[in-house]
């Protein structure tokens, strides 16, 4: 038997007209209409019918732009009616339900298939993406789970704890898939953002400070830096074997036909669609997170191209040149060179010798037609250009050396564990480039976001500041083969 498709089980449960609301140009209305109800209405899923068309006509006014059809009361001035018309579109649509109990009493009912489609256009509208915060929780607790003695071993549990366990699994790694393409869509946003940059100050602030320390480098710190994927790509072989053994899909099978009552042939299709679907996930994490990468590259590559773009092909100066060329030509327009002898100049050259050219030498040279500037990113097709690989290990050595939130929060973690205590840098010995910039981070920042989700502050005193014009004065420290001030490190 042929599982029916998505458009038929869609279809079954919806009308056709249910999706039409968001095809009209008057889209916004029925968007935040239908926001507003479902808040309103709340768990009980029902209001008054007055509450609701006046909560209508609200957003009528809000959005007093918006042209609306006729069958949507664009004909008629009085704002009652014109909720009135939109009331029923939404009723047509599927959208509300109108409930008349009796003559004085009348109801709004929100559509059970509303609430799934206002959680999707929340979801697309989101560009913070906060609950990002919750992702290295959830892929390590899904490690935590499956890295238990025995968690898949048909021989010792029963059938419903299998289908219990196997499904659980499931419903979080498809959550932490999610997270994960919502970290693809940050970084997207901030593509968009590079390419409309206006100035190289623009670009470099998006690029180093809040690029850098976006949450999106939160989920990077997670994945690569906290062991998760190779713990991933052990209990994905760990999965392979469960999947093709027997006597795990008959458990399986089992308490999958126990629980939703299915026969024995649809019940073992869905045993092994559900272990197909747990391989296939803890794989899909690593997939991800090489996509994250290359998008991470292609926007540090595409930053270094605007930049350049911007400074040197069309930086302030040669503007500045051609305009006061300009205006020198406007204002003397008609005048030969003879006659402007007596005239002062407009400034002083400030070198030694100048040389002006004239005659032939004066006239422009035919200049050589310069190609587009190049703004794409990932291209190879010339051997000259970097290759996405060679990109990501400059990106990776470039986010090694850079001095991050992230890597402060690290160090003032591992130094000072407890709140309210203070460590001073003679305590502490950086033995390599990378300590001491762990130390040199510290400096830098005064709070960060570690990989769990913790908020670390810390703040730093120095006797530099008190003793800044006798240096002779002020301790200092040996780190890494660096002389460096001696200064102390309070964690608040």
């Not at 490690?143 to 968690?151: M, V």
């Not at 899909?284 to 540090?300: E, G, H, K």
């Not at 570690?450 to 800044?468: F, I, P, Y």
């Amino acid at each position: 038997m042929i599982p029916p498709s998505l458009s038929e089980k869609l279809l079954a449960c919806v009308s056709r007209d249910f999706f039409r609301p968001l095809t009209r140009p008057s889209a916004p209305i029925y968007v935040d209409c239908a926001d507003r109800l479902a808040d309103i209405a709340g768990d009980a899923g029902r209001l008054p019918h007055a509450e609701a068309v006046a909560l209508i006509r609200e957003v009528l006014q809000s959005h007093a732009d918006v042209v609306l059809d006729e069958d949507e009361g664009g004909a008629v001035r009085d704002s009652r009616q014109r909720a009135g018309y939109l009331f029923n579109r939404f009723c047509e649509a599927g959208w509300l339900e109108d409930q008349q109990i009796g003559l004085q009493e009348r109801w709004v009912l929100i559509s059970p298939g509303l609430r799934p489609m206002l959680r999707l256009l929340r979801e697309l509208a989101e560009d913070e993406i906060a609950e990002l915060k919750t992702f290295a929780d959830t892929v390590r607790g899904v490690c935590e789970t499956l890295e238990r003695p025995g968690i898949l071993d048909a021989r010792l549990h029963d059938p419903g704890v299998l289908r219990a366990t196997v499904t659980d699994v499931n419903a979080r790694l498809e959550s932490a898939v999610i997270q994960l393409h919502g970290v693809e869509k940050l970084i997207s946003l901030f593509d968009h953002r590079q390419r409309s940059s206006h100035s190289p100050a623009e670009t470099l602030r998006l690029l180093y400070a809040e690029f850098g320390a976006g949450q999106h480098m939160v989920c990077y710190d997670a994945l690569r830096r906290n062991g998760l994927l190779p713990r991933l790509q052990f209990l994905r072989s760990m999965v392979a074997d469960r999947r093709d053994d027997p006597l795990m899909k008959e458990r399986l099978a089992q308490g999958l036909a126990d629980h939703y009552h299915w026969d024995e042939k649809e019940a073992y299709y869905r045993a092994e669609k559900a272990m197909r679907l747990l391989e296939q996930r803890l794989a899909a994490i690593r997939l991800v997170a090489d996509a994250i990468d290359s998008r991470m590259a292609a926007f540090n590559q595409l930053s270094q191209q605007r930049y350049r773009y911007q400074t040197e092909l069309r930086g302030r100066r040669p503007e500045i040149v051609k305009a006061y060329c300009e205006a020198i030509n406007k204002r003397y327009s008609g005048t030969r060179l003879a006659g402007l002898r007596g005239e002062d100049p407009d400034f002083t050259p400030r070198v030694p010798e100048v040389k002006f050219f004239y005659g032939f030498e004066s006239l422009a040279r035919v200049r050589r037609v310069k190609a587009p500037a190049d703004l794409t990113f990932g291209s190879e097709e010339s051997g000259n250009r970097e290759t996405s690989e060679e990109t990501l290990a400059a990106l990776r050595e470039r986010q090694r050396l850079a001095l991050t939130p992230q890597r402060a929060a690290r160090l003032v973690a591992r130094l000072l564990p407890e709140s309210a205590t203070s460590i001073s840098s003679e305590a502490y010995a950086a033995t390599d480039v990378d300590e001491m910039l762990d130390l040199l981070a510290i400096v830098a920042y005064d709070s960060a976001i570690t990989a769990d989700g913790e908020r670390v502050s810390w703040s730093v005193k120095g006797r530099g500041k008190a003793a800044g014009l006798t240096p002779e004065v002020i301790p200092s420290d040996m780190h890494a083969d660096w002389e460096v001030e001696r200064f102390t490190i309070d964690r608040s």
